[in-house]
């Protein structure tokens, strides 16, 4: 079974721009979340969609937002980038099955904000 | 409020040491899930255990072992004998009900060294 694929898997942007990542989950996985790792934050969650609607939403500005494809694919925008937003992207698929289903992630889309 | 603390940020033993890195959870949910990931430099967070708070057994795969116990808030996690390719970060998350399911808490990592 093919894993969490993330495109694209490196991105340079400049401050001003935005940005869109693209997560594909595992087949049959029916949940995305989003997290965002810095070496100073940590892994933060962002947000988690199921079903094309947002579930779950972490503390981000509104810059950040996603959106989930009936076929449980997964974007995520980010706009007017900052030089913070830098960071590793990290997508994950679960089923889910109503408990707290195991998360299986992507290897990550790194953005640099010059 | 939830929150996951690994105390150790770096740990850097000799390769066939045991090595054990700690986890110490806070959360007012009843029920719970634990999980530990690993991340290789290569980038992606790699799934090793999954635990819910019922579950206090020790749970043994190969040279990994971890050990839960409510009544210290903890779920540790034992190398045994570590091999170099035990080298990366090690993350304990948390994950709570009530709507929370895919939401995961993160520690802030320990880095595992393992050297030849």
């Known amino acids: 079974k093919a894993g969490v694929t993330q495109t694209p898997r490196y991105l340079i942007k400049t401050r001003g721009q935005q940005v869109t990542l693209s997560c594909s989950p595992i087949?049959?996985?029916?949940?995305v979340s989003w997290y965002q790792q810095t070496p100073g934050q940590g892994l933060q969650f962002l947000f988690e969609?199921?079903?094309?609607?947002?579930?779950n939403k972490g503390n981000f500005p509104g810059r950040f937002s996603g959106r989930q494809f009936s076929n449980s694919r997964s974007e995520m925008n980010v706009s007017t980038l900052e030089l913070g937003d830098s960071a590793l992207y990290l997508c994950?698929?679960?089923?889910?099955?109503?408990?707290?289903?195991?998360?299986?992630f992507g290897p990550g889309t790194r953005l640099t904000v010059l | 409020a939830q929150k996951v603390t690994q105390a150790q940020t770096e740990i850097s033993v000799v390769e066939k040491e045991d090595v054990t890195l700690d986890c110490v959870y806070e959360?007012?949910?009843?029920?719970?899930?634990l999980f530990w990931y690993k991340q290789p430099p290569s980038g992606e967070l790699v799934f090793l255990i999954r635990?819910?708070?019922?579950?206090?057994q020790n749970e043994i795969s190969g040279r990994y072992s971890w050990n839960f116990q409510k009544s210290t808030s903890s779920f540790n996690f034992t190398i045994t004998a570590s091999q170099v390719v035990d080298s990366a970060v090690y993350f304990c998350?948390?994950?709570?009900?009530?709507?929370?399911?895919?939401?995961?808490?993160f520690g802030q990592g320990t880095e595992l060294s393992v050297k030849p």
């Open positions: 969609y199921f079903s094309e609607t947002q579930r």
């Open positions: 635990r819910n708070s019922f579950d206090e």
């Open positions: 087949s049959g996985h029916r949940s």
């Open positions: 994950a698929s679960s089923l889910p099955s109503g408990s707290a289903d195991t998360q299986y």
């Open positions: 998350a948390l994950s709570g009900l009530n709507n929370q399911g895919g939401k995961l808490i």
């Open positions: 959360t007012r949910d009843t029920t719970y899930y």
